[in-house]
């Protein structure tokens, strides 16, 4: 199959826009895709300072790669969650960004669950009777969240794709989870205390990331996150994976779709925020649901260990990490 543009062999071809595209041809068309999809959605300009949350993968490392060649002013917030497994996860991950800040020359600010929680992902797990991917989400929006606003960021970036916002509208629909499809849109406005946060990447394929990835040599973690494992969503991707190999552009149609009557599920009106009597982010109840995690895994780590308190660095055992921002030359890097 020859590119659409230069008429070179092609590396890809995506049925749904009825397109073949080179290695020349393809970061051009994609970055022009994504500048186009971040107006249209009104998500920052070049005034903005933009926090991209990087989790050493190919998506968010593909967007904070694409946003610094479109001339944004992008900057990278990785939060390590202390993950070990078989392959080290975490630290292999917070290598993967270190290396990317470094290539383009951007700052990359780092926190560690551990030494801010007081315990590691997998801790936390069995220390409270949350799951783990849902103490992952918890955190993860209270820090980039709570990082922007004393960083003096004016919007922050994930590199969510299409498959997984269709993935989860998916599980939306069929739970008809009113507030969550509510809120579930490219942008979400700045409002009492929280950040501005988008998705510019909402409109490209798994694969479109990847291809995006691999043609600019951008090193990623290739594994998922051992706690993704046999997670609903997954099985959820498959199924839509059949839908648009039978039917190209039916992912798209279906988001698409949701936006245009979104406004049905809007709450008649918005739950007032407060600022928590603990931290002062903002939450609906006097004490935010990261303040009572944090206090919930302390008095379980004190009555399991009641003589020595164990450093919650030595506990994930890794080196503690400054809150602060970290130099691209870090020795950990």
């Excluded at 230069?6 to 020349?24: D, F, N, Q, T």
């Excluded at 946003?67 to 497994?85: K, P, Q, T």
């Excluded at 990447?201 to 706690?227: M, S």
Aim: hydrophobic content about 40%; glycine content about 6%.
């Amino acid at each position: 199959m020859k590119c659409r543009k230069c008429l070179k062999k092609a590396i890809i071809y995506m049925p749904e826009h009825r397109l073949a595209l080179c290695s020349a041809c393809y970061s051009p068309w994609f970055l022009d895709y994504t500048e186009r999809t971040i107006r249209k959605f009104k998500m920052f300009s070049r005034r903005d300072r933009v926090l991209v949350a990087v989790s050493g993968g190919k998506d968010s490392l593909s967007l904070w790669h694409a946003l610094n060649a479109l001339g944004y002013e992008a900057d990278g917030f990785y939060i390590d969650l202390g993950i070990v497994g078989s392959n080290n996860y975490s630290e292999q991950s917070k290598q993967r960004c270190f290396e990317l800040a470094e290539r383009i020359g951007r700052r990359l600010h780092v926190v560690s669950v551990a030494e801010e929680v007081g315990a590691p992902i997998p801790e936390i797990k069995d220390l409270t009777a949350r799951e783990a991917c849902s103490a992952c989400g918890l955190i993860k929006r209270y820090f980039m969240n709570r990082y922007a606003l004393e960083a003096e960021y004016n919007v922050i970036a994930t590199g969510h794709n299409l498959d997984d916002e269709v993935a989860v509208l998916f599980s939306n629909v069929l739970n008809w989870n009113r507030g969550y499809l509510a809120r579930q849109y490219p942008v979400l406005d700045e409002r009492e205390g929280l950040k501005k946060k988008v998705k510019p990447f909402v409109y490209f394929t798994e694969k479109q990331t990847t291809v995006y990835a691999l043609v600019n040599r951008i090193a990623y973690v290739r594994d998922e996150c051992p706690y993704a494992l046999g997670a609903t969503t997954l099985s959820y991707k498959d199924l839509l994976a059949q839908l648009e190999h039978q039917a190209p552009g039916t992912k798209r149609r279906f988001l698409d779709g949701f936006y245009q009557i979104r406004a049905l599920f809007a709450e008649a009106e918005a739950t007032a925020l407060v600022p928590c009597s603990r931290c002062g982010q903002p939450t609906t109840t006097e004490v935010c649901a990261y303040c009572r995690l944090v206090e919930h895994v302390e008095r379980r780590r004190s009555a399991a260990v009641p003589v020595r308190k164990v450093a919650a660095s030595e506990a994930a055992g890794v080196r503690p990490i400054e809150h602060e921002e970290l130099s691209l030359h870090h020795p950990g890097s």
